[in-house]
């Protein structure tokens, strides 16, 4: 179960969709270089959620729990690189490097208190 490295590494254009919003994916992305935006897509209008460099993942729902993406992902930097990490080689990341996990869980604690803060907010100031 061998896989060449360069195989996981997509490169993209500004622009262009890395996944859409509803879409169905088994996989979490680490940008290695450039930009990439996590966006709420309503028609033409685009909310932009987070933007994200070089070190830092997205896809990380998906990949844990199965569900349809939550968001639109979109490089916006020339020659964004990101490589994909599929499930089979998530849960071994997790199993065999603790930090890892870590890693994950602190991404995902900061991400959801954020969330958090924007959902009180604006329940706050109707």
Same mark, same amino acid.
């Given at each position: 179960?061998?896989?060449?490295? =360069?195989?996981?590494?997509? =490169? !993209?254009?500004?622009?262009?969709?890395?996944? =859409?919003?509803?879409?169905?994916?088994?996989? %979490? !992305?680490?940008?290695?270089?450039?930009?990439?935006?996590?966006?709420?897509?309503?028609?033409?209008?685009?909310?932009?959620?987070?933007?994200?460099?070089?070190?830092?993942?997205?896809? =990380?729902?998906?990949?844990?729990?199965?569900?349809?993406?939550?968001?639109?992902?979109?490089?916006?930097?020339?020659?964004?690189?990101?490589?994909?990490?599929?499930?089979?080689? !998530?849960?071994?990341?997790?199993?065999?490097?603790?930090? !890892?996990? %870590?890693?994950?869980?602190?991404? %995902?604690?900061?991400?959801?208190?954020?969330?958090?803060?924007?959902?009180?907010?604006?329940?706050?100031?109707?």
């Amino acid at each position: 179960m061998v896989m060449t490295i =360069e195989k996981c590494i997509n =490169e !993209f254009a500004v622009d262009d969709v890395i996944f =859409e919003e509803g879409s169905t994916g088994r996989e %979490l !992305f680490v940008v290695l270089d450039g930009q990439v935006e996590i966006a709420k897509m309503n028609g033409a209008d685009k909310t932009v959620i987070v933007t994200l460099g070089k070190g830092e993942f997205f896809g =990380e729902m998906a990949v844990i729990d199965g569900s349809s993406r939550s968001a639109t992902a979109i490089a916006v930097a020339p020659h964004t690189k990101v490589m994909r990490i599929n499930h089979a080689r !998530f849960v071994y990341l997790v199993s065999q490097q603790p930090a !890892f996990a %870590l890693m994950i869980m602190d991404a %995902l604690s900061k991400r959801l208190r954020a969330s958090n803060a924007v959902t009180y907010r604006s329940a706050a100031n109707p």
